[in-house]
């Protein structure tokens, strides 16, 4: 069982709530855009703004730092929050996202909690003490071939209107492998790794809170997490997730 935090889960339970109340009435759903192509509505500034008291009112001794409001002064022990991640999925009333909610002490992320609720699926992990998705152990798919292999990606790039991009890096890997995804939120994307779902996520230009979460229960579901280059950790700027048995073929397609 994962380590019991009720609190914590009953926050965040809270929290998808206010995004529920949101997505069940988009037509009255306020929707600024940051940049031409990055989207903020009333439902991510909300859950933002409920997670941040709460997690300060409950655990003050950490500080806060959310995608959409910035950092708070202790950035040292930290929550890392993305409060709706794949906001334009949410928008359109697709159930591909998530509220992403990461512990980071002393720069290693400890707590991670993917939670969709649309999807009713609630990822979490403690650092050393496994992965779970409602309560239930999850561990990467078994797959070994690549050429069977199903993978996803995002294209954050493309956001951001870069030239060096993953568009030919995706029909590199589109070729050689048998199913692609790109579903819309990072984070669950990373839980489909780490719950069997899917063999290998890979995305550039990502945010810490776009991906710390979902990378602790990805580790601790036995997924590789690294760079496009094969080295360990969390790189949000060039980050590759896999189930271990295909990243040897993967990564020289990087
Ligand atoms: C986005 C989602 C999407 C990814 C984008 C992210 P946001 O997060 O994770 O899947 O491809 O790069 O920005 O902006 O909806 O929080
Ligand atoms: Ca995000
Ligand atoms: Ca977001």
Known sequence: MPISQPLLE???RNAGEI???????????NVDKKSPRDFVTAADLAVEDFLKAQLREHYPQYGFWGEEGGQSE?????????????????????YYWS????????GEIVEGIVYAPALNDYYCATKG??????GQS?????LDDLNDAMIGTGFACLRS???NNNLARFCRIAQATTGQRRLGSAAVDICLVADGQLDAFWEQELNLYDVAAGALIAKEAGATVTDFHGNSGIFPKQLLITNGKIFNQLLPLM
Do not use: C, M
């Not at 995004?19 to 759903?29: E, I, N, V």
């Not at 509220?99 to 002393?106: G, Q, R």
């Not at 003490?129 to 409602?134: D, T, V």
């Open 10 to 12: 009953r926050i965040i």
């Open 19 to 29: 995004a529920l109340t949101h997505f069940r009435d988009l037509k009255h759903l």
């Open 74 to 94: 202790n950035q040292i022990n930290r929550w890392i929050v993305d409060p709706i991640d794949g906001t334009h999925s949410f928008s359109r009333g697709q």
């Open 99 to 106: 509220i992403s909610v990461a512990l980071e002490i002393a």
């Open 129 to 134: 003490q496994g992965a779970w998705r409602n």
């Open 138 to 142: 999850i561990h990467v798919s078994e």
């Open 161 to 163: 209107y870069l030239e």
